[in-house]
Protein backbone atom coordinates (compact mmCIF):
# COMPACT_ATOMS: atom_id res chain seq x y z
CA UNK A 1 0.00 0.00 0.00
CA UNK A 2 1.27 4.01 -0.84
CA UNK A 3 0.77 6.62 2.18
CA UNK A 4 0.14 9.73 0.59
CA UNK A 5 -0.96 12.75 3.34
CA UNK A 6 -2.03 10.24 5.62
CA UNK A 7 -3.64 8.41 3.52
CA UNK A 8 -3.78 4.96 2.70
CA UNK A 9 -4.84 3.65 -0.95
CA UNK A 10 -4.54 0.40 -2.52
CA UNK A 11 -1.40 0.03 -4.49
CA UNK A 12 -2.80 -0.33 -7.76
CA UNK A 13 -4.54 2.08 -9.93
CA UNK A 14 -8.72 2.45 -10.59
CA UNK A 15 -11.20 1.19 -11.52
CA UNK A 16 -11.97 -0.78 -7.50
CA UNK A 17 -13.59 -3.14 -6.48
CA UNK A 18 -15.03 -3.95 -3.23
CA UNK A 19 -11.80 -6.99 -2.36
CA UNK A 20 -9.50 -3.46 -3.20
CA UNK A 21 -10.40 -2.25 0.02
CA UNK A 22 -10.43 -5.49 2.49
CA UNK A 23 -7.28 -4.86 4.69
CA UNK A 24 -6.63 -1.31 4.48
CA UNK A 25 -6.65 0.46 7.99
CA UNK A 26 -10.12 1.88 9.52
CA UNK A 27 -7.81 4.24 11.41
CA UNK A 28 -10.49 7.46 11.60
CA UNK A 29 -10.78 7.29 7.95
CA UNK A 30 -14.39 6.03 5.75
CA UNK A 31 -13.34 4.30 2.57
CA UNK A 32 -16.19 3.85 -0.20
CA UNK A 33 -16.16 2.97 -3.99
CA UNK A 34 -18.66 4.57 -6.14
CA UNK A 35 -18.27 2.57 -9.44
CA UNK A 36 -14.86 1.67 -9.01
CA UNK A 37 -13.72 5.15 -7.61
CA UNK A 38 -12.15 5.52 -4.11
CA UNK A 39 -13.83 8.56 -2.31
CA UNK A 40 -11.54 8.91 1.00
CA UNK A 41 -12.97 10.81 3.60
CA UNK A 42 -11.96 11.54 7.28
CA UNK A 43 -13.71 10.41 10.70
CA UNK A 44 -16.46 12.07 11.53
CA UNK A 45 -16.92 14.95 13.88
CA UNK A 46 -17.75 14.97 17.34
CA UNK A 47 -21.40 16.50 16.26
CA UNK A 48 -22.13 13.76 13.60
CA UNK A 49 -21.04 11.33 16.04
CA UNK A 50 -23.88 12.61 18.91
CA UNK A 51 -26.48 12.99 15.57
CA UNK A 52 -25.67 8.86 14.28
CA UNK A 53 -25.30 7.93 18.03
CA UNK A 54 -28.59 9.28 19.20
CA UNK A 55 -30.35 7.73 15.54
CA UNK A 56 -29.21 4.69 16.57
CA UNK A 57 -30.46 4.85 20.23
CA UNK A 58 -33.98 6.02 19.15
CA UNK A 59 -34.30 3.42 16.84
CA UNK A 60 -32.79 0.55 18.96
CA UNK A 61 -35.70 1.93 21.94
CA UNK A 62 -38.31 1.07 19.02
CA UNK A 63 -37.11 -1.60 16.99
CA UNK A 64 -39.09 -4.88 16.55
CA UNK A 65 -37.41 -8.11 17.62
CA UNK A 66 -34.70 -9.60 15.46
CA UNK A 67 -33.94 -6.11 14.29
CA UNK A 68 -31.06 -4.02 15.07
CA UNK A 69 -29.95 -0.64 13.75
CA UNK A 70 -26.03 -0.21 13.49
CA UNK A 71 -23.43 2.42 12.66
CA UNK A 72 -21.13 2.48 10.01
CA UNK A 73 -21.70 -0.51 8.53
CA UNK A 74 -19.97 -1.84 5.22
CA UNK A 75 -22.90 -1.75 2.46
CA UNK A 76 -21.67 -3.60 -0.74
CA UNK A 77 -24.33 -2.50 -3.93
CA UNK A 78 -22.32 -4.12 -6.39
CA UNK A 79 -18.37 -5.88 -7.11
CA UNK A 80 -17.54 -1.92 -7.69
CA UNK A 81 -19.92 -0.29 -5.33
CA UNK A 82 -19.31 0.07 -1.59
CA UNK A 83 -20.76 2.36 0.71
CA UNK A 84 -20.76 3.03 4.44
CA UNK A 85 -24.17 4.38 6.26
CA UNK A 86 -24.21 6.41 9.07
CA UNK A 87 -26.61 4.07 10.58
CA UNK A 88 -28.57 0.98 8.73
CA UNK A 89 -31.69 -1.12 9.75
CA UNK A 90 -30.77 -4.85 9.11
CA UNK A 91 -32.03 -8.04 10.56
CA UNK A 92 -30.51 -9.57 13.68
CA UNK A 93 -29.44 -12.30 11.97
CA UNK A 94 -27.28 -10.72 9.24
CA UNK A 95 -25.25 -8.94 12.11
CA UNK A 96 -23.99 -12.64 13.56
CA UNK A 97 -22.27 -13.79 10.05
CA UNK A 98 -18.51 -13.25 10.25
CA UNK A 99 -18.41 -10.98 6.76
CA UNK A 100 -17.21 -7.63 7.01
CA UNK A 101 -20.23 -6.25 4.97
CA UNK A 102 -24.11 -6.54 4.61
CA UNK A 103 -26.59 -6.67 1.62
CA UNK A 104 -28.27 -3.82 0.68
CA UNK A 105 -31.19 -6.61 0.49
CA UNK A 106 -30.77 -6.81 4.35
CA UNK A 107 -31.14 -2.99 5.01
CA UNK A 108 -34.66 -1.83 5.63
CA UNK A 109 -33.50 1.76 6.19
CA UNK A 110 -30.04 3.35 5.58
CA UNK A 111 -29.15 6.74 7.63
CA UNK A 112 -26.68 9.61 6.48
CA UNK A 113 -25.76 12.44 8.38
CA UNK A 114 -25.12 15.04 5.99
CA UNK A 115 -21.42 16.79 7.20
CA UNK A 116 -18.96 19.03 5.22
CA UNK A 117 -17.54 16.82 2.96
CA UNK A 118 -20.24 14.48 2.08
CA UNK A 119 -22.89 17.01 1.03
CA UNK A 120 -22.91 16.03 -2.84
CA UNK A 121 -23.02 12.27 -1.90
CA UNK A 122 -25.35 12.23 0.70
CA UNK A 123 -27.99 14.79 -1.04
CA UNK A 124 -27.46 13.14 -4.52
CA UNK A 125 -26.00 10.30 -5.02
CA UNK A 126 -26.59 7.81 -2.55
CA UNK A 127 -30.59 8.45 -2.67
CA UNK A 128 -30.21 6.74 -6.20
CA UNK A 129 -27.42 4.55 -5.50
CA UNK A 130 -29.90 3.24 -2.02
CA UNK A 131 -33.18 3.46 -4.41
CA UNK A 132 -31.73 1.39 -7.21
CA UNK A 133 -29.83 -1.45 -4.31
CA UNK A 134 -34.15 -1.73 -3.05
CA UNK A 135 -33.40 -0.33 0.52
CA UNK A 136 -37.14 0.64 1.25
CA UNK A 137 -36.30 4.02 3.18
CA UNK A 138 -33.47 6.67 3.42
CA UNK A 139 -32.73 8.95 5.96
CA UNK A 140 -31.00 12.23 5.48
CA UNK A 141 -30.09 14.12 8.22
CA UNK A 142 -29.05 18.07 7.73
CA UNK A 143 -27.90 19.51 10.62
CA UNK A 144 -26.97 22.65 9.56
CA UNK A 145 -30.49 22.89 9.15
CA UNK A 146 -31.96 22.73 12.80
CA UNK A 147 -31.68 19.61 12.07
CA UNK A 148 -33.59 18.68 9.51
CA UNK A 149 -34.75 14.84 8.85
CA UNK A 150 -35.64 14.07 5.30
CA UNK A 151 -37.29 10.86 4.95
CA UNK A 152 -37.28 9.10 1.23
CA UNK A 153 -39.34 6.21 0.60
CA UNK A 154 -38.89 3.66 -2.26
CA UNK A 155 -41.53 4.47 -4.85
CA UNK A 156 -41.11 1.28 -7.44
CA UNK A 157 -37.45 1.64 -8.55
CA UNK A 158 -36.71 5.49 -7.27
CA UNK A 159 -37.52 7.06 -3.89
CA UNK A 160 -40.66 9.99 -3.99
CA UNK A 161 -39.85 13.19 -3.14
CA UNK A 162 -38.21 13.61 0.68
CA UNK A 163 -40.23 14.47 3.14
CA UNK A 164 -38.91 17.18 5.60
CA UNK A 165 -39.43 17.00 9.29
CA UNK A 166 -37.80 20.55 10.78
CA UNK A 167 -36.70 21.04 14.17
CA UNK A 168 -39.56 21.07 16.88
CA UNK A 169 -41.99 19.03 15.47
CA UNK A 170 -42.36 15.68 16.40
CA UNK A 171 -42.36 13.35 13.09
CA UNK A 172 -44.11 10.16 13.34
CA UNK A 173 -43.13 8.16 10.82
CA UNK A 174 -44.27 4.53 9.88
CA UNK A 175 -41.48 2.77 7.82
CA UNK A 176 -39.21 0.52 8.81
CA UNK A 177 -41.39 0.85 12.03
CA UNK A 178 -43.27 3.37 13.89
CA UNK A 179 -40.80 5.53 15.72
CA UNK A 180 -41.88 9.12 17.05
CA UNK A 181 -39.31 12.03 17.76
CA UNK A 182 -38.50 15.27 17.65
CA UNK A 183 -35.38 15.71 15.28
CA UNK A 184 -33.86 18.65 17.58
CA UNK A 185 -33.22 15.49 19.70
CA UNK A 186 -30.93 14.54 17.91
CA UNK A 187 -28.33 17.20 18.17
CA UNK A 188 -29.16 18.08 21.84
CA UNK A 189 -26.86 17.34 24.70
CA UNK A 190 -27.77 14.38 27.25
CA UNK A 191 -28.72 15.40 30.45
Not at 24 to 49: F, K, M, W
Not at 111 to 121: H, L, M, Y
Request: with cysteine; charged share 20%.
Amino acid sequence: MTRLDATVVPPHHPPYIVADLLGLPGDDIRYELVNGSLLISAGPTPLHQRVSSRVCRILEDVAPEGVEPLQTVNLRVGFRELYVPDVAVVPAAATESATSMVSPRDVTLAVEVVGPTSRAQDRFLKPEVYAAAGIPVYWRVEMDEGPTLYVYELDGETYGPPTAHKAGVVADLHAPFPVSFDPADLMRRRG
